[in-house]
């Protein structure tokens, strides 16, 4: 039974927070931000990455949010204020996309467009084969069907991994150099700094990744049942909706050989390549914000 609650706007960011319960019983937040202006638009749903959250669209939410549309983004559960999991093989796509549909239905979100960052977009995909009236068109984030095994390698090399002496925000700034400065090459103290702030949580415990270390656990074998032929789920999404791929010029993740599989699927998909950047843009770049705001002018 789907239990929606909201709590009071925080002021500083302009987003309402709101809480749901899982059919399993698990507390799940998400944070809305209303659209500014009047006409009537459709929402956006933003889902993060494997091991982020929301936080990762505090500065992309507030843009989409001036164009007019709502802006609606969870953190999956596991991740940020939402509840683990008891029970790690309900870490999988089929479970998020099910939360997902569980939060739109109790926001009477009949029909949206989504943006996907890397799991995310996996879980869009999933999410057209459930629900395919409720994805009107999608952008995807740096992911595709295929995914390189390069990028994968270096995903699995940190995700899951507890660090160790992480002091403070310092410390917590230089593990998130060390395990993203191959993606963000151009970052400063400042950049690096902003970006532990959302990976990381103040605790009783001191600061603490900002996810459940068992997520992974489902995707950790190649005979995972997690791990799934992704190929029909992007044919079902990219059937007769518009599609954007937003890519990092250096990503590890999604290559070229990668891209054109893509494109040979969907010869109208729209594309931007977002230079000196790798797995995954943060959508605040120019090239992809510019692209993104383009993307969302020509939808209802």
């Known amino acids: 039974m789907l239990s929606l609650h909201r709590s009071p706007a925080n002021a500083a960011t302009h987003f309402e927070e709101r809480w749901w319960s ?17 006409g009537i638009h459709l929402p956006v749903v933003c889902l993060h990455g494997l091991t982020r959250n929301s936080a990762d669209f505090e500065g992309v939410a507030p843009y989409i949010a001036a164009t007019g549309r709502r802006v609606i983004v969870p953190d999956i559960r596991g991740r940020g204020l939402s509840d683990h999991d008891a029970d790690p093989k309900n870490y999988h796509l089929w479970t998020y996309a099910k939360d997902v549909l569980d939060l739109c239905d109790g926001l009477g979100i009949a029909r949206a467009i989504f943006i996907g960052t890397s799991m995310g977009g996996l879980t869009t995909m999933v999410l057209s084969t459930l629900r395919p009236a409720l ?11 295929v995914l390189s095994a390069k990028g994968l390698t270096r995903i699995a090399g940190y995700a899951g991994k ?3 002496k992480i002091r403070g925000w310092h410390d917590a ?10 993606a ?19 605790s009783d415990d001191g600061l603490k990744l900002a996810y459940d270390p068992a997520i992974t656990i489902p995707v950790s074998t190649p005979t995972s049942p997690a791990v799934y032929d992704m190929m029909p789920l992007y044919m079902s999404l990219s059937t007769g909706r518009p ?16 891209v054109r599989v893509m494109e040979g699927i969907s010869p109208d998909l729209k594309r931007v390549d977002v230079e000196g950047v790798g797995h995954a843009p943060m959508l605040t770049e120019g090239s992809a914000r510019a692209a993104v705001v383009e993307f969302l002018q020509d939808l209802p």
């Open 22 to 38: 899982s059919d399993d019983s698990l507390r799940l937040y998400a944070r809305d931000y209303a659209g500014s202006g009047g």
């Open 135 to 145: 994805i009107k068109a999608a952008v995807l984030n740096d992911v595709g069907p």
């Open 162 to 164: 507890s660090p160790s």
């Open 173 to 182: 700034a230089d593990y998130a150099r060390l395990h993203n400065e191959v």
């Open 184 to 202: 963000f090459p151009d970052y400063d103290h400042k950049d690096w700094m902003a970006f532990a702030r959302r990976l990381f949580r103040e």
């Open 243 to 258: 599609l954007l791929l937003v890519r990092g010029a250096i990503s590890d993740l999604i290559e070229d050989h990668e």
